[in-house]
Nanobody, 124 residues
Framework: QLQLVESGGGLVQPGGSLRLSCAAS????????IGWFRQAPGKEREGVSC????????NYADSVKGRFTVSRDGAKNTVYLQMNSLKPEDTAVYYC?????????????????WGQGTQVTVSS
């Protein structure tokens, strides 16, 4: 019954910014946090960032560190991914997922429910 819905994707130029949202509904009390993953055509899905349910712990992939920021709005039950200084290699479908592990680790096997994804395209 838990549902995650991503939004905010689109087409942006290199160096631009985009903010993705992950809205959770349903049984939202049964997970430790939210993770962001992305998958480009022909490539494996990779972890991007995660945030604990309390917002006290975050983690980032080296490829996005310093450019992306994950945050949450507890009142709205929504997690955000602020993406700055976007590069063409950031082009991918971005997914959010619920973390069932107590630590904010970017391993797919630790995530239960997944959204359907939102397309981010960085191109001139």
């Amino acid at each position: 019954q838990l549902q995650l819905v991503e939004s905010g994707g689109g087409l942006v130029q290199p160096g631009g910014s985009l903010r993705l949202s992950c809205a959770a509904s349903g049984f939202t009390s049964d997970y430790y946090g939210i993770g962001w993953f992305r998958q480009a055509p022909g490539k494996e899905r990779e972890g991007v960032s995660c945030i604990s349910s309390s917002g006290g712990s975050t983690n980032y992939a080296d490829s996005v560190k310093g450019r992306f920021t994950v945050s949450r709005d507890g009142a709205k039950n929504t997690v955000y991914l602020q993406m700055n200084s976007l590069k063409p290699e950031d082009t991918a479908v971005y997914y959010c997922a619920t973390l069932r592990f107590r630590l904010c680790v970017l391993s797919e096997r630790l995530y239960d429910y997944w959204g359907q994804g939102t397309q981010v395209t960085v191109s001139s």
